[in-house]
C-alpha cells in the first residue's frame, strides 16, 4: 500500500512541476535545440526588400590635375530576388563644371547630368565613374587643410568634463588674474576688472536709459550654449546631409532663390530636429546642478531649483523643503511635456 502511495506522490509531483518545466524548456533550451538543428539544413530567409535602385555619389580629388575632380556612383538594386527595369537618374552641377569623358548611357546638358541605365537584375552593382574639369582651370577643392582639427576642436566643449571646462572658465574669468579681464583692461575697453562669475548685476546705459543686467546668470548660460552647441550641430548636420537632392534641384528648375530654397525646404526639412532639440535642452537646463554648482556654487543669482535642492536638503538640513521644491520640478516639467506634444510636436511631425 505504502509503495503504491509513493508512486502516487511521485507522478503528482512530476505533473506539479511539468509546467515549469515546459516553460523552461520554451524560454532557454527550445531556442538552442532550434539553432542546432537549423545550423544542419539549408534555412534562408525571404528577401522583404523593395526593389529600387539605389545610387550613392562619392566625390574625389585627383592628385596630378587640381582642376579635376572624379565623381563614383556606386549603383545596386536593392532587391535580391527582382528585377528593375527602365532605371534612370539625373544629376544637377554648378557652373562652369563639364565632364571630360561620358559613359555612353549618359548626356550632360546645361549643367544637368541624365543617364539612362536600363534593365537591373537582381543583385545588381556597378560603378558608375565620370572625371569633371574646371572650364576656367581653377583648382577644385573638396577639403580644406586642418578640417579633422576643427570638427574636433567643434566637438571639444561636449566631450570634455564638465569640472575641466568649469575650472578653466574660472581662471580666464577671474576678476584678478583672469585672461579676459587683462586683456579688456589693457586695450581699455574697461575701466576696471569685472567679476564675470560674482557679481550679480550690471548697470548698461542704453540711449540715456539706465538697465540692469544679471551678469553672473548671463555668464552662465553663455557657458550653456558654449558647451551644449556641439550637440545640436551634430543633429542638425546628420538632417541636412539626408535632405534629399531633388528637392533643391526642382526648386532651381522653378527659379527659387537661396532664401526661399531655406524656408520651403531646409527649414521644414529640420524642423523636427529642432524640436526634437528644444525639448531635451529644456528638460535638461531645468535640471541642471552641476555646471552651476561649480562655477558659482548657486550664488551671485544663479540659485536655479536643482540648487535649491541641494542647498535646502543638505546644506540646512531641511529636507521636506528640499522635497518640496523636487515635486516642484516635478509639476513644471509634466506641464512642459503636455504641451509640447500637442503642440510643438504634433506640429514637427506634421512637417
Do not use: H
Request: charged share 20%; with cysteine.
Amino acid at each position: 500500500m505504502s509503495s503504491k502511495l509513493a508512486k502516487i506522490e511521485k507522478r503528482t509531483a512530476y505533473l506539479l512541476i511539468l509546467p515549469s518545466v515546459l516553460l523552461v524548456f520554451s524560454i532557454i533550451l527550445f531556442p538552442i535545440f532550434s539553432n542546432i538543428w537549423i545550423s544542419f539544413k539549408n534555412v534562408e530567409l525571404k528577401d522583404l526588400r523593395i526593389p529600387e535602385p539605389r545610387a550613392k555619389k562619392l566625390v574625389k580629388s585627383i592628385n596630378d590635375n587640381p582642376n579635376q575632380i572624379k565623381v563614383i556612383y556606386k549603383l545596386r538594386n536593392s532587391s535580391l530576388t527582382q528585377e528593375i527595369t527602365n532605371v534612370k537618374f539625373k544629376d544637377k552641377y554648378p557652373d562652369d563644371i563639364e565632364p571630360i569623358s561620358l559613359n555612353n548611357k549618359c548626356q550632360f546638358k546645361s549643367n544637368l547630368l541624365k543617364c539612362e541605365l536600363g534593365n537591373w537584375p537582381k543583385k545588381y552593382r556597378e560603378n558608375l565613374e565620370i572625371v569633371f574639369q574646371n572650364t576656367n582651370n581653377q583648382e577644385i577643392s573638396q577639403k580644406f587643410f586642418g578640417r579633422t582639427f576643427m570638427r574636433s576642436v567643434l566637438l571639444f566643449p561636449y566631450v570634455a568634463p564638465v569640472v575641466a571646462l568649469a575650472y578653466t572658465w574660472e581662471l580666464l574669468l577671474d576678476p584678478t588674474s583672469g585672461t579676459l579681464n587683462n586683456l579688456l583692461i589693457n586695450y581699455q575697453i574697461i575701466d576696471g576688472p569685472i567679476n564675470l562669475l560674482g557679481q550679480k548685476y550690471v548697470t548698461l546705459n542704453i540711449l540715456g536709459f539706465d538697465f540692469k543686467l544679471r551678469l553672473a546668470l548671463t555668464t552662465v548660460i553663455i557657458f550653456e550654449i558654449w558647451r551644449y552647441f556641439p550637440l545640436a550641430f551634430l543633429f542638425i548636420l546628420a538632417r541636412l546631409q539626408a535632405v534629399p537632392k531633388e528637392l533643391y534641384e526642382a526648386a532651381d528648375v522653378d527659379g527659387a532663390n537661396p532664401i526661399q530654397k531655406f524656408l520651403n525646404i531646409t527649414l521644414p526639412q529640420i524642423l523636427a530636429v529642432i524640436s526634437i532639440l528644444f525639448m531635451i535642452r529644456f528638460i535638461w537646463n531645468f535640471n541642471k546642478f552641476e555646471d552651476i554648482f561649480l562655477l558659482t556654487g548657486g550664488a551671485s543669482g544663479t540659485r536655479t531649483l536643482p540648487i535649491n535642492v541641494y542647498q535646502q536638503g543638505f546644506s540646512i538640513g531641511d529636507i521636506g523643503m528640499g522635497s518640496a521644491v523636487s515635486i516642484v520640478i516635478v509639476v513644471f516639467l509634466l506641464i512642459f511635456m503636455f504641451i509640447y506634444f500637442k503642440l510643438l510636436g504634433k506640429r514637427a511631425d506634421e512637417n
